[in-house]
T-cell receptor, first 114, second 112 residues
Framework: SQKIEQNSEALNIQEGKTATLTCNYT??????LQWYRQDPGRGPVFLLLIRENEKEKRKERLKVTFDTTLKQSLFHITASQPADSATYLCALPGTTDSWGKLQFGAGTQVVVTP | NAGVTQTPKFQVLKTGQSMTLQCAQDMNHNSMYWYRQDPGMGLRLIYY???????DKGEVPNGYNVSRLNKREFSLRLESAAPSQTSVYFCASSIEQINEQYFGPGTRLTVT
């Protein structure tokens, strides 16, 4: 299985700034990587999927990059808003024999202050 | 569409009791999953079902059993609950294995 590392310290950021979150993995490079958002007391909500042959993916104010050489994905929230405050999880296949078995990072909490 | 529904929302069990967590999806998805989430540890896969009629172990299957009753429903059973199974349990589904997963609201289980 993979070891997935996300910054465990909360990221405090001022409204309007860009938040950048990191997801590092240690073993084989996965065929894809996903990012989810989780609000307290609720299930995760899918945000973006990026495949190994894609360097960058965007959706509205969100941007994800995937560097298979560095074994790292960066997740950016531009023009952040208080409503973006949540925990963000990265997920990738935990094994090479079943790409559907996702392994999740512990998540990074983002707090956006007005 | 209700998406992914889970019952119950909360449950308290005594050590040794059994129970079944129910999950249903109305999105015609082929794949379904059960996760547990503990503080500081992230989501861990317990079991998954790639398609109707198949199930496979995830990262932490010990102490659990599953049944893919039909395409819509995937249940998780604890035969003899232990305090270590105190957690929040999430069910999820996806069209196929590699696609994004849709999560239910979760079941908070406490075993005393």
């Amino acid at each position: 299985s993979q070891k997935i590392e996300q910054n465990s310290e909360a990221l405090n950021i001022q409204e309007g700034k860009t938040a950048t979150l990191t997801c590092n993995y240690t073993n084989y490079s996965p065929a894809y990587l996903q990012w989810y958002r989780q609000d307290p007391g609720r299930g995760p909500v899918f945000l973006l999927l990026i495949r190994e042959n894609e360097k960058e993916k965007r959706k509205e104010r969100l941007k994800v990059t995937f560097d298979t050489t560095l074994k790292q994905s960066l997740f950016h929230i531009t023009a952040s808003q208080p409503a973006d405050s949540a925990t963000y999880l990265c997920a990738l296949p935990g094994t090479t024999d079943s790409w559907g078995k996702l392994q999740f990072g512990a998540g990074t909490q983002v707090v956006v202050t007005p | 569409n209700a998406g992914v529904t889970q019952t119950p929302k909360f449950q308290v069990l005594k050590t040794g009791q059994s129970m079944t967590l129910q999950c249903a999806q109305d999105m015609n998805h082929n794949s379904m999953y059960w996760y547990r989430q503990d503080p500081g540890m992230g989501l861990r896969l317990i079991y998954y079902s790639a398609s109707e009629g198949t199930t496979d172990k995830g990262e932490v299957p010990n102490g659990y059993n599953v049944s893919r009753l039909n395409k819509r429903e995937f249940s998780l059973r604890l035969e003899s609950a232990a305090p270590s199974q105190t957690s929040v349990y999430f069910c999820a589904s996806s069209i196929e294995q590699i696609n994004e997963q849709y999560f239910g609201p979760g079941t908070r289980l406490t075993v005393t």
